[in-house]
């Protein structure tokens, strides 16, 4: 990775951690880091991508308990 992806990294958490976590969800965080990642390899899938991320469960007990 370069500087240039974790300021897009930095962008994404940023855009999604203002107003107090409110656009912090699981779906927000798949389709900004679906985006980012289609947009540097034209062979992502984001289909692909939201069923592993499905997979992973504990994800929202985490952000529960965050707010």
């Given amino acids: 990775?370069?500087?240039?992806?974790?300021?897009?990294?930095?962008?994404?958490i940023?855009?999604?951690?203002?107003?107090?976590c409110e656009s912090l969800t699981k779906q927000n965080l798949i389709n900004e880091f679906?985006?980012?990642f289609n947009?540097?390899?034209?062979?992502f899938s984001p289909r692909m991508f939201q069923k592993a991320c499905e997979l992973?469960?504990?994800f929202n007990n985490i952000t529960a308990k965050a707010r």
């Fill in 34 to 36: 679906s985006s980012l």
């Fill in 1 to 12: 990775m370069t500087k240039k992806d974790y300021e897009k990294v930095a962008r994404i």
């Fill in 56 to 58: 992973s469960r504990d």
């Fill in 39 to 43: 947009e540097d390899n034209y062979r």
């Fill in 14 to 20: 940023g855009k999604l951690t203002a107003n107090n």
